[in-house]
C-alpha cells in the first residue's frame, strides 16, 4: 500500500438495506482495525432491485440488478469499491472492475422459518397445501421436486418485510438465506436448517464479495486483509459453474462445494422450472484448479441434459 493511501479518504459502496449496511459496517470496521490511519466512509446507493418490490425477480431481469449503481460509483471515482453478498454479483463484471476479494463464509445453506403455528412442524410434516415463500427460482425448482403437495408464492422485499408477511400468516412458510438470519442476529428465527440433498445453495451465498476496479493496487493492497483463500477457491468454482451456464436468478441452477485438505469438491445442479427434472453431477480436484472444475461441471451437466432445460427457460424469458 502506498504512503498516499493514509492520507486519504476510502469511500465503501453499499445498498441501503439492512443487511447490506451490516454487512459493509462490518467491512469497513475490519480495515479500520487493520489501518487505523486511513479514513474509510460509507457512501450508499439504491439499487434497481431495491426500487422494483411489486413484480418477481425472474421478471425484471438479472444482469446488476443489485450492482450496477455501485458500479456506475467505482468507474467514475465517487466510491472506490462496493460490499455485496457474493450471491447478487454478476459473474461477469464490467470493463474496468474486478472482484477483489472473498470474505470467510457464513453458513451458505436455506433456511425454514414457519409461522408460529406451525413450530411442532418441520418440512416434512407442514400439511398438504402448505403456502411456501420464496423469491428464488432455485429454492423454488428444487422444492416442487421433492414436496410437490405444497403451493408456492413468490414473497419479495428485505428481510424484516419478507418476517412480517410470514408472521402476518400470508404464508405457512418461508425460505431464507441462513447466512442472512445470522448476520442480522435473528438466528433464533431459523427453525431448520435444509440439507444440500433438499436444496443446493445459491453461487457464493454466505461469502462477501468486493468489487473494486481493475489494478487499483492501493485498494486490491487494503482489501486482501480480509480474503479467505478457502472460501475464495469455493466461491471460484461456483462461479466458474454459472458463468459457463450463463444462468442468473430466472435459472434454477444450485451448488455445494467443500475442501478437505488441498481436494475440493464441487457439486452442481441445473433444475427444470417445475421442478419435474433436476440434473445433478460433481467434480473434485485440487483447490487451485478451482475455475477449470467449474467450467468442467458445467459443460458435462450441460451434455447430460442441462443445455435442454437452459435453452427452454431462455425461449420462455422472450415470450
Not at 454459472?242 to 433444475?271: F, Y
Request: glycine share 8%; net charge negative; charged share 25%.
Amino acid at each position: 500500500m502506498s504512503s498516499n493511501v493514509a492520507t486519504r479518504t476510502i469511500r465503501i459502496g453499499s445498498r441501503k438495506s439492512q443487511l447490506a449496511l451490516v454487512q459493509t459496517h462490518w467491512v469497513q470496521a475490519q480495515l479500520q482495525k487493520q489501518f487505523p490511519d486511513v479514513t474509510f466512509e460509507v457512501e450508499t446507493m439504491d439499487t434497481q432491485g431495491d426500487k422494483v418490490l411489486d413484480v418477481s425477480l425472474s421478471k425484471i431481469g438479472d444482469k446488476g440488478l443489485f450492482t450496477q449503481e455501485l458500479e456506475n460509483g467505482m468507474l467514475d471515482g465517487s466510491i472506490d469499491f462496493a460490499v455485496h453478498s457474493l450471491k447478487d454479483l454478476p459473474t461477469r463484471l464490467p470493463e474496468g472492475l474486478m472482484l477483489g476479494c472473498v470474505t470467510e463464509r457464513e453458513d451458505p445453506a436455506d433456511a425454514l422459518v414457519v409461522h408460529e403455528k406451525h413450530r411442532d412442524k418441520q418440512l416434512d410434516t407442514l400439511p398438504k397445501g402448505a403456502v411456501i415463500g420464496t423469491s428464488s427460482l432455485r429454492r423454488l425448482a428444487q422444492l416442487r421436486h421433492h414436496y410437490p403437495h405444497f403451493t408456492f408464492k413468490d414473497i419479495r422485499g428485505n428481510l424484516n418485510t419478507r418476517l412480517r408477511k410470514l408472521d402476518e400468516g400470508q404464508y405457512d412458510a418461508i425460505i431464507l438465506a441462513v447466512a442472512g438470519l445470522q448476520r442480522l442476529d435473528m438466528a433464533e428465527r431459523i427453525h431448520q436448517t435444509l440439507s444440500a440433498e433438499i436444496s443446493l445453495h445459491a453461487v457464493g451465498q454466505g461469502a462477501l464479495g468486493i468489487e473494486c476496479r481493475s489494478g487499483d493496487k492501493d485498494i486490491l493492497a487494503i482489501l486482501k486483509v480480509l480474503e479467505h483463500p478457502p472460501t475464495a477457491y469455493r466461491c471460484y468454482a461456483e462461479r466458474a459453474f454459472l458463468r459457463e451456464l450463463e444462468g442468473g436468478c430466472q435459472v434454477p441452477i444450485g451448488v455445494n462445494t467443500t475442501i478437505a485438505g488441498d481436494t475440493l469438491t464441487l457439486v452442481g445442479i441445473v433444475a427444470s422450472l417445475d421442478g419435474q427434472t433436476l440434473i445433478k453431477d460433481q467434480v473434485a480436484g485440487p483447490q487451485d484448479s478451482a475455475e477449470q472444475m467449474g467450467t468442467e461441471l458445467a459443460k458435462r451437466l450441460k451434455a447430460a441434459g442441462a443445455q435442454a432445460i437452459l435453452d427452454e427457460i431462455t425461449a420462455a424469458s422472450r415470450t
